[in-house]
């Protein structure tokens, strides 16, 4: 879920985001950390995601876009940085559907967000800031895709593929 700090006064709560992907069809809908990473199985993904958000949204009264992909897809992307020097310097990105170009453009961009594309694929990538533990993606890939985007930190994401060993 993009934007979400679980349990903070005007975001939804956990019980909210739980019952949300319930009544999607997800009673099972795992909440990793408390910053909107959920992990579910369903044949169905985009209706599930989409049922889940309207139904949050009309628990809590907050609307929140939810993006996603695949746990095995998330894998195969994460995978080729786990063993990155500084990790905290990366970060991975959600974002609608398309891939992101390694160009000099594109650079040029990131660069003025203090941060760089270093890996990309369809709905995702992965952006190396100049700075350790400051987060630049998000708006860097919403400047560059003109959509919504969601971030997570790639230390987060490798415990995400460690605990959830697709």
Known sequence: MRNVNQGQKGHPSTADIRAGFAEAGC????LFQSNGTIVFRSATPARVVGQAADAI???SGQEREILWLALTTIARAIEPHGEEREPRRFEFTLHRGCVIPSS?????????????VVDAGR???VVRNDVEAEGHATPALEQLTGARATSRGLPTMLRLLDRFRV
């Open 123 to 125: 709905g995702w990538s």
């Open 57 to 59: 949204a009309a628990r």
């Open 27 to 30: 009673p099972d809908a795992v």
């Open 104 to 116: 000099p453009r594109v650079q040029r961009e990131a660069a003025v967000h203090r941060c760089a």
